[in-house]
């Protein structure tokens, strides 16, 4: 069975493809399940210039793989399902511009992940590093 062209799938599936291309970029050699559980979000809107940019940022406590993949597909869903006024925030086949989608997570030991350059379509943060990262992230979307 062949895959679908991106023009082709449903926002819902969208988000379920990308969460896990998202996944396997971030993580080396894992295995996901889908895991269910509260997430925390917090949506942040930005005005600057006559323009509205927006910062979802959803928080998983817990650094297992599966969680993790679970809250990358929470949080694309969040991007692709973003209103304002009652339109769709980003395009149908985007997640706004890659820096507009933020997932933090407890402290992965002994595990490589991804530098925020090389993420795509949202960006994962170990809780150490929210600190450090989140000016970076927020200038990164006002650009």
């Given at each position: 069975m062949s895959e679908k062209s991106r023009e082709?799938?449903?926002?819902?599936?969208?988000?379920?493809?990308?969460?896990?291309?998202?996944?396997?970029t971030y993580f080396e050699d894992e295995?996901?399940?889908?895991?269910?559980?509260?997430?925390?979000?917090?949506?942040?809107?930005?005005?600057?210039?006559?323009?509205?940019?927006y910062l979802i940022t959803e928080v998983k406590h817990s650094s297992r793989p599966e969680t993790v993949r679970k809250g990358i597909e929470e949080t694309l869903e969040y991007l692709?399902?973003?209103?304002?006024?009652?339109?769709?925030?980003?395009?149908e086949s985007t997640?706004?511009?890659g820096w507009n989608g933020v997932l933090v997570v407890q402290d992965i030991?002994?595990?490589?992940?991804?530098?925020?350059?090389?993420?795509?379509?949202?960006?994962?943060?170990?809780?150490?590093?929210?600190?450090?990262?989140?000016e970076t992230i927020l200038d990164r979307i006002l650009e």
């Open positions: 082709e799938l449903s926002r819902t599936e969208l988000v379920e493809r990308e969460s896990l291309r998202v996944a396997n295995k996901f399940q889908d895991a269910t559980g509260r997430p925390d979000v917090i949506v942040l809107e930005i005005e600057a210039e006559d323009e509205r940019e692709a399902f973003l209103r304002q006024d009652d339109d769709i925030v980003y395009e997640f706004g511009t030991d002994g595990s490589s992940t991804a530098p925020l350059d090389s993420q795509r379509s949202i960006r994962i943060l170990q809780a150490s590093e929210v600190e450090t990262e989140l």
